[in-house]
């Protein structure tokens, strides 16, 4: 075993994993010059990098609307929330850069499939109401997941969480308004809304990963403070929030089984297809290899960028550099 200067004697590991267990135990924050457990730091990364990953990817299936939309009105709101996820995508990647890690190799192991994200955007947008739905249901599970990691324990993922939780919200009621419009339309139009509903609220369901039950990952996440809330008790709540909007907007949910159980308070719902979700969740879903290969193409093609701007960095520290020699 080598020795450092640096190194830590014996028994004080032991001691940083007490103050980080008090400080967890305390619902204090991590912070990145804070000693934390190797595998919390990976646990993290993995879930920052594939939650900025989600953003960025999840630009597509909107993004496809964008030159065809029905108003320059409806135009101007999709391109702005469009720009918000891919604002998302550096607030978590500029996160996950805090433990150590680089987001051009963040990228590089999205491209090269070494990383997921979510399973949701490997479906396909066919209609403008898609844009509706993805905003009023997507969004709307969105928010459910991540309000509850504004409390998360690491810092600088908390705080941008906050931030973004503030846009999911306005993106959500932009998907709703958007409907309520479609709704007041034509029969075509409403026809349009419900067929959009129809195919996105089982992929919105299995937005919160497997059951509890198949989540061997959920309890040392809990314990950690990165995990508030169990993956069933995030669906659960999306359901009871999202059935009364159901109704008010005039659309079926496409769920035979649910109904309100007024013994538990709460909506009894069917059981999603868990084995398409992870059909999905492997790559075989309708657009993961589009998804990707899109986002490819636009690494590669943004290479002139990135160059260019390195160059000028490198430019600007050299004449810094020649100014304070002077
Ligand atoms: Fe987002
Ligand atoms: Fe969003």
Sequence with gaps: MSTTAQEAPPGADEALQ??????IA??????????????????????????????????QPEGDWIATAPSLRRKAILLAKVQDEAGHGLYLYAAAETL???????????IEGRQKYSSIFNYPSLSYADVGVIGWLVDGAAICNQVPLCRTSFG??????????????????QGYELLMRM????????KMVQDAVDRWWWPSLMMFGPPDADSPNTRQSMTWGIKIDTNDDLRQKFVDMTVPQAEKLGVTLPDPELVWNAERGQHD?????????????????????????????????GAWVREAATAYAEKQQKKSAQEAAA
């Excluded at 150590?100 to 999205?110: H, Y």
């Excluded at 600088?156 to 009621?173: D, G, L, T």
Aim: aromatic share 6%; proline share 5%.
């Design 183 to 190: 709704m007041e339309g034509t029969e075509g139009q409403r």
């Design 156 to 173: 600088p993922y908390a705080r941008a969480m906050v931030r973004i939780c503030k846009e999911e919200s306005f993106h959500q009621r």
């Design 269 to 301: 719902f069917g059981e999603p297809d868990w084995n398409e979700l992870k059909q999905v969740i492997s790559g075989a879903g309708p657009k993961n290899a589009e998804r990707v290969t899109r986002r490819r193409a636009a690494h590669e093609k």
């Design 26 to 59: 305390a619902n204090q924050r991590i912070e990145p010059r804070d000693w934390m457990p190797e595998a919390y730091r990976r646990t993290l990364i993995r879930q920052i990098s594939q939650h900025a990953h989600s953003e960025i990817i999840g630009m």
């Design 100 to 110: 150590g890690v680089d987001r051009g190799d963040l990228t590089e192991r999205l």
């Design 18 to 23: 007490a103050e980080f267990d008090a400080r």
